[in-house]
């Protein structure tokens, strides 16, 4: 890779710096301000924020190396994506908005949960803030081995320095700038994934010679690529479209709907960040499909599918835009890292240390526990990811699903059902989690498989923990006096912010 490369992405990395020490002299002189930024995103920011922190090195490896290997058929879980992200802005983002503020303010999710329905035992705050560090440490780690693999086959440079540069770099501009840095990075990471997954398709189209050209060598490569229905199965689309419902439970996602300046900025946020979306998805399978067709057209042999945005990022373009282009991925990367660090801060501080060790300390001092926080988390994260081959990370590509259905039946429910009482939530987090676990690791098939195989883990878990939570509230006594009142006070907020402006 040619030293221009190099200069664009160097590039990169100090204007990444530049804007955690604007974020570090802007918002960080309370607990709120560095964990929600002071409630001031802007729709824009909040939107690509989102969409920035969700969709992580995914969208630029892993959803063009499905489409190169398989077709449209890889379609189906951007279709499922695309839909539960709406449904997210529709359902979750106002009410979650307005309860988190009315609740006492709450600044995390375990946060919001135990103020919702009132648990004094703080129970469910403490398994809930449990969950999130355990998963998001997991979670954080597989982004940065990510960044140290991006370094190794883009740069030839060592693992573990791409680790440490990747790693450091968002270590950096997280723990200084806290939430306001994440959030402006996410949305400069947002805005360059969305120019490279648009540039990158298009250019490798024109120089195979247009659209009626790209899809003639497709289709001699294999007709049925352009087949959404070919290799799959009802099951296989079930499976493919259930990733869809893991947005309600995604903490580094719903987050930022907590951070938002007024419910009435969701409309204009969902407009921007469901563009966004839809154009990059459609770009990440037009990268897959475009590629597939190069490589067929040139002789190119494509060891790994996942890689050929990387590739033709290298031999398409120049070095100085070549190092743009593989900037997005590290943006990718990055924005959902340091998303996962701050709310696994978050937790840290407010639901550990401030709820049973320090409940009167000041906020310079939540602040400065916030940041280490994110440092230990940092760190741990990094000594998981220093051997890409520990097994350990393998429980990270399952997190999704553990998220969606421990978080997912919990939010909506607790948003929008009044009925719903404390221990209906504690058993739908667990039966959420314990089904996806089940799922995964049983190996309960004749051929000693897991049911995963045959059916993606966040169906049967959303679907079960659902239900838990239905069934353990009815059979309780229902909510009543401040959780009841709270509950109230935030549907007349919600009337009153859907009235016309006055």
């Known amino acids: 890779m040619e030293s221009g490369a190099l200069i664009s992405l160097g590039l990169y990395f100090a204007l990444m710096l530049a804007i955690g020490v604007y974020a570090w002299r802007k918002s960080t002189s309370d607990v709120s301000g560095y964990m929600l930024g002071g409630r001031q995103l802007g729709p824009a920011v909040t939107a690509l924020s989102a969409g920035a922190s969700d969709m992580s090195g995914w969208l630029m490896l892993g959803l063009p190396g499905a489409m190169f290997a398989s077709g449209l058929s890889a379609a189906w879980i951007g279709l499922g994506l695309v839909v539960g992200a709406w449904l997210n802005y529709l359902i979750v983002a106002p009410r979650l908005r307005v309860y988190t503020e009315v609740a006492n303010d709450a600044i995390t999710i375990p946060d919001y949960l135990g103020e919702r329905f009132a648990d004094r035992s703080h129970l469910l705050r403490v398994i809930a803030s449990l969950v999130i560090v355990v998963f998001f440490t997991l979670y954080t780690a597989s982004g940065m081995v990510a960044g140290?693999?991006?370094?190794?086959?883009?740069?030839?440079?060592?693992?573990?320095?791409?680790?440490?540069?990747?790693?450091?770099?968002?270590?950096?501009?997280?723990?200084?700038?806290?939430?306001?840095?994440?959030?402006?990075?996410?949305?400069?990471?947002?805005?360059?994934?969305?120019?490279?997954?648009?540039?990158?398709?298009?250019?490798?189209?024109?120089?195979?010679?247009g659209p009626a050209e790209t899809s003639a060598l497709v289709r001699s490569v294999d007709p049925a690529r352009f087949d959404l229905l070919a290799g799959t199965s009802v099951i296989g689309i079930v499976s493919a479209l259930a990733w869809g419902l893991g947005y309600f439970g995604q903490p580094h996602i719903i987050v930022r709907f907590m951070a938002i300046r007024s419910v009435r900025d969701l409309p204009t946020a969902r407009r921007i960040g469901m563009s966004w979306m839809i154009v990059s998805l459609v770009g990440a399978l037009a990268t897959g499909l475009t590629g597939l067709a190069y490589a067929t057209a040139n002789g190119l042999s494509v060891g790994d599918p996942e890689t050929i945005f990387i590739l033709l990022s290298d031999i398409l373009f120049d070095p100085l835009v070549t190092g743009f282009l593989l900037a997005a991925i590290l943006a990718a990367v990055m924005s959902t890292i340091s998303s996962q660090l701050l709310v696994s801060s978050s937790s840290l501080t407010e639901d550990f240390y401030r709820m049973f060790l320090r409940r009167d300390a000041p906020q310079t001092e939540l602040v400065l526990v916030g940041r280490l926080a994110v440092l230990?988390?940092?760190?741990?994260?990094?000594?998981?990811?220093?051997?890409?081959?520990?097994?350990?990370?393998?429980?990270?590509?399952?997190?999704?699903?553990?998220?969606?259905?421990?978080?997912?039946?919990?939010?909506?429910?607790?948003?929008?059902?009044?009925r719903m009482t404390r221990n209906g939530a504690l058993a739908g987090m667990i039966t959420g989690a314990a089904v996806v676990l089940f799922w995964i690791f049983a190996p309960v098939l004749p051929s000693g498989a897991a049911l995963t195989t045959v059916l993606y883990e966040m169906v049967p878990g959303f679907i079960l923990s659902f239900l838990a939570i239905v069934a353990v509230s009815l059979m309780g006594r229902a909510p009543a006096g401040e959780v009841a009142e709270t509950f109230d006070a935030v549907e007349a907020r919600l009337a009153e912010a859907r009235s016309p402006a006055t």
């Open 148 to 209: 140290g693999k991006l370094f190794d086959s883009a740069f030839g440079f060592d693992y573990a320095l791409g680790l440490w540069v990747t790693a450091g770099v968002v270590l950096a501009y997280t723990l200084f700038g806290g939430f306001l840095a994440v959030s402006l990075t996410d949305f400069v990471q947002g805005c360059i994934m969305f120019v490279a997954l648009v540039v990158v398709p298009v250019v490798a189209m024109i120089n195979v010679g």
């Open 376 to 418: 230990a988390v940092a760190l741990a994260a990094i000594g998981l990811a220093y051997n890409p081959e520990n097994n350990v990370l393998g429980l990270v590509a399952n997190a999704w699903a553990g998220f969606g259905a421990a978080f997912g039946p919990l939010v909506i429910l607790s948003l929008t059902w009044k």
